[in-house]
């Protein structure tokens, strides 16, 4: 049967087999759907799958076109890994590659396998792979921290995330168990260790809830996706999502506290603190408070945000909508209730906005007690200049009706001060010119009603004119005033809102989120924008590239966005999801402001580094010449006399002397060798080309080896024989080992030989070397690894780099190592391996 082939124009597909933990039947499904595939006519190899002794998925890769290995050298050993060129060269149009976190053997084109599985996708083949959740970047430390073991094989969570497809593979604890114990996962000699370690009912419990809530998180991306593309407004309540509107006042606590108790009804759900910085001239809560609202909030699990906004309810609804939550947690209003009569309260108001979201308002020990102060807003607010227009059309009106139906003859002055002070409660509702023309017709009503001879326009005391006159022109003098107070009042507020905001930029900086990503989602969440990009010209190619985004469909390109603020020449802010009016600008400028701070910090600090670092490589190249001088100078002299008697015609030398000469040459040899060694090693180290190659080791294999060359006096071992596998280089850490036992030996006391003995605990194996030497102080202990640090050893033999290379080796490979003191007197080295990667991933 032919098949198409393969479409180079379009990206290759990724599924993921994801699962919890080893066993869970990962590899077998990919092979049974490679068999699915094939059964359909589609072209499909195998491009690398690990039986690792598994009978089963041995079975499933009968039938299929298997890729050949590339078969690489690495330190006189052979190992194979997956051939990339191999699999572009046939060009399947589906490859099949086991175990993404794998990082391959140095010589490989790619370090690590997911960067072969993506050139396969750029290529256009589709590629079906899988993976542990123990191996995702992201939650290393809580893998960590469940298991006491760190994964040393990771994969960048984005390259799952962005996988086409997800499949998850579960299997309940006690089941994975079951498999395990009978054999369907590890050898017979590794079953007891592992169940009784990495297999605990605990770990894999806590495992797969891991998995399932980071899927959960992957399909709630797809979802907002979806709504988006699909341009749904209204939230979908696919997760609980609790929404708390924070005040700031001593009632939060209650609220944030009833929110988190109603997110912990539904496993998987979200707690959201919100607090809006007002705009309206609303009183705002003081910054203690909120700080530790923010820190009650994150105690219970949730996430502290903070939004600009003119009118706090339709700020907290928008925030609610744009994070598709499911409920919103309001207090019912301080306000007395002939305050609700006259305003809506922000809990009824947002019940009104929140038409697809469920409102809980919940009481509190503050409600109706009328201590917060009335709702305000400012003078330019589209409902206050609404109300201005009527209340400066009816009022005089009105007020003239209520003056003609008292009894008896209401006098001019009388009426003056009343139209005066309806003039002035005009300005305070709406603005200046409101008040105006309440003046004007106030002006009108007062000629024509009630100054002699009323009934016409006519005036006839000159005093009434001037009467009428000063009304007009102190009522707008006042109207200009408190129009004057209520704009400056509103400024302030802004200003204060947006101080708050900026001071949460600072925060984020000073509490080590001092990226240009902080910044940017920093101003995103608070101007509830849909994206916003920090954009960096190519002065060479006049091109635009991204430094930073955050949101979903940020621009790319300046032209892109729907507004654009100006960091200097070559930086800018582009925002998309709505134009900001010309009060955020301010705020917006002041942003950019601090990401060109951030970024001018981070350069600096990147500078730093540099210096510090070039400082350290000055003062090695110092110390290694100087001793170099010396200690490289040494054996080299000493060989040069030997060889010279050995050569000189005038020397007659008898057997003993011979013998002895040529002893002289192969120690001279032997420690300018170790010299040598330590030198590349530190070269190497210093350059980062230690590339070690992790595999199941027993010490069996590595100790002797170490100790090679020192006799039975010198060092004895206690290294039993039944110590579980250790992942590890074996050659790295030879050398590790090598140079500890050295040391050991040559500060070693009173003849005793150095004691090497090891041990298993539940997650790793301490080798511990021994010796009953002088010993170090506290001080000497916190420099001994430093490079040329002889700690008072005149000893011509080194220069001081064997427990440097120890340590940078021991780094390297993933092996912690530390110094006791040993109990009489001496030092003990303890050398703390983890155990091997068949029993830990």
Known sequence: MSTPPVDRARKGRLTVYFGAAPGVGKT??????????????????????????RAGVAAQLEGLEIMPRRVLDYQGKEFTEFDVDAVLRRAPQVAMVDELAHTNVPGSRHTKRWEDVLELLEAGIDVVTTVNVQHLESLNDDVAAITGVRQRE????????????IQLIDLPPSALRRRLAHGAIYRAEQIDASLSSYFRVGNLTALRELALLWLADRVDDALATYRRDHRIDQPWPARERIVVAVTGGSESETLIRRGARIAQRAAGSELLGVHVLATDGLPSAPPRAIAAQRVLVESLGGEFHTVIGEDVAAAVVNFATAVNATMIVVGVSRRSRWREALSESNGVEIARLAENVDVHLVNHASARTGRRRPTRSTAQSARRNIAGWVLALLGPAALTGILALLPGDVGLPTALLLFLALTVAVALVAGLWQSILSAVIGFVNLNYFFTPPTGRLTIAEPENVLALVVFVLVAIAVASVVDLAARRTAEAFRARAEASALAAVSR??????DTAQAVVARLRETFNLEAVSLLARDSARGTWHALATDGTDPALDPDAAQTVVTIDPNRVLALRGRVLHASGRSVLEAFAGQAGLVLEYRRLREQADQAQALQQADAARSALLAAVSHDLRTPLATIRAAVDGLASPEMHLNDDDTAALVDTVSSATARLERLIENLLDLSRLQTGSVRPVLRATSLDEVVPLATEGFGPDQVSMDVPETLPLVSTDPGLLER??????????????????????????????????????????????????????????????????????????????????????????????????????????
């Open 154 to 165: 990771t994969v960048p969570d984005h390259v799952v995330r962005d996988a086409d497809q």
């Open 508 to 513: 984020s900086v000073l509490t080590g989120e």
């Open 736 to 841: 590790v080992v090598a140079n500890i036992v050295s040391n050991a030996v040559r500060h070693s006391g009173n003849g005793a030989p150095v004691r090497v003995l090891a041990s298993a605990t539940r997650d790793r194996v301490e080798l511990r070397v021994v010796d009953t030497g002088p010993g170090l102080s506290d001080d000497l202990k916190a420099r001994m690894f430093e490079p040329f640090q002889r700690l008072g050893d005149s000893s011509p033999d080194g220069l001081g780099l064997g427990l440097a290379v120890a340590q940078g080796l021991a780094a390297a490979v993933g092996v912690e190592l530390t110094a006791d003191d040993t109990p009489g007197g001496g030092l003990t080295m303890v050398i703390s391996i983890p155990l091997a990667p068949e029993l830990l991933t």
């Open 28 to 53: 077998y499904a990919m092979l049974d759907e490679a068999h699915r595939r094939g059964a359909r006519g589609t072209d499909v190899v195998v491009g690398l799958v690990e039986t690792h002794g």
